[in-house]
C-alpha cells in the first residue's frame, strides 16, 4: 500500500480563489513529521510547509496553509488566494519515527493550474 | 551560495557513454540524497549519505549507477553505459540531520539528463 497518496493528478483554479491540494498518509508511528513541496516548470523542489504529528495547531506560511486531520490521517495543503505563480506540481511528502526516519516518502504529486 | 546546487543543468549523451552529475549541498548539512524523476512521474529514491555512514544504496537500479560523497560534502553521481531508459531529470536534496519527523530536505534545481 502506498504512504502517501495524492489522489487529484490535476487541478484547476480561478485566480484569486482558494484551492485545496489532498493528501492522505498511512503510517502505524505515532510520531511523523509531514511536508509540503512546489515543483514549478523550472524543476526546482521547493520546500513549502512542515506539520508535525503531535503539534495541535494546523500549519500556516502565508499563503499556504495545512488542514490537519490527524485520525483520518489527511494533511491538505490549502493555498489562499491563488496566483499565477502558484501553477505548478505539488509533492507531499512524510517522514516516519520509527527506525529512524532516514527516507522520507513521497506521494506522486498534484498538478495545478491556476487560470486568469 | 546558500542553496544547494547541482551541475551540469542539462547533459546531452550517447547510448553506452558514461555520465557524472554533481551535487554541492548546503553547507553544514550532514545527509545527502539523489532522487530521479522520469517526465511527468514522481521521485524515485536513489541512494543516501549520512555522515561517515555507509550509504544506503537500496534505490540504484542497477550497478551501472554508483555514488559517493567526498570529505561529506560534495556528491557525485555517475551512470556507466548509459541507456535510453535513464533519461530523466536527476535531484539532489541535503538535510541537517539525515534522521527525526522534523528534519527538512533542501533540493537542487536538477541535471537533465537525455541519452540519445
Known amino acids: 500500500a502506498q504512504k502517501i497518496t495524492q489522489t487529484q493528478p490535476g487541478m484547476f483554479v480561478q485566480e484569486k480563489e482558494a484551492v485545496t491540494l489532498d493528501c492522505t498518509y498511512d503510517?502505524?508511528?505515532?510520531?511523523?513529521?509531514l511536508f509540503w513541496y512546489k515543483q514549478p516548470s523550472s524543476g526546482e523542489m521547493i520546500f513549502l510547509i512542515y506539520?508535525?504529528?503531535?503539534?495541535?495547531q494546523n500549519a500556516t506560511e502565508g499563503r499556504y496553509s495545512l488542514n490537519f486531520q490527524k485520525a483520518r490521517k489527511s494533511a491538505n495543503l490549502v493555498i489562499s488566494a491563488s496566483q499565477l505563480g502558484d501553477s505548478a506540481m505539488y509533492f507531499c511528502a512524510m517522514r516516519e519515527g520509527g527506525g529512524g526516519s532516514y527516507i522520507p516518502t513521497f506521494g506522486r504529486g498534484t498538478s495545478l493550474i491556476v487560470h486568469p | 551560495g546558500a542553496g544547494v546546487s547541482q551541475s551540469p543543468s542539462n547533459k546531452v549523451t550517447e547510448k553506452g557513454k558514461d555520465v557524472e552529475l554533481r551535487c554541492d549541498p548546503i553547507s553544514g548539512h550532514t545527509a545527502l540524497y539523489w532522487y530521479r524523476q522520469s517526465l511527468g512521474q514522481g521521485l524515485e529514491f536513489l541512494i543516501y549519505?549520512?555522515?561517515?555512514?555507509?550509504?544506503?544504496k537500496s534505490g540504484l537500479p542497477s550497478d551501472r549507477f554508483s555514488a559517493e560523497r567526498t570529505g561529506g560534502s560534495v556528491s557525485t553521481l555517475t551512470i556507466q553505459r548509459t541507456q535510453q531508459e535513464d533519461s530523466a531529470v536527476y535531484l539532489c536534496a541535503s538535510s541537517w540531520l539525515g534522521q527525526g519527523i522534523t528534519d527538512t530536505q533542501y533540493f537542487g534545481p536538477g541535471t537533465r539528463l537525455t541519452v540519445l
Open positions: 506539520q508535525g504529528s503531535y503539534d495541535e
Open positions: 549519505f549520512q555522515g561517515n555512514s555507509a550509504p544506503d
Open positions: 503510517t502505524s508511528d505515532q510520531s511523523y513529521g
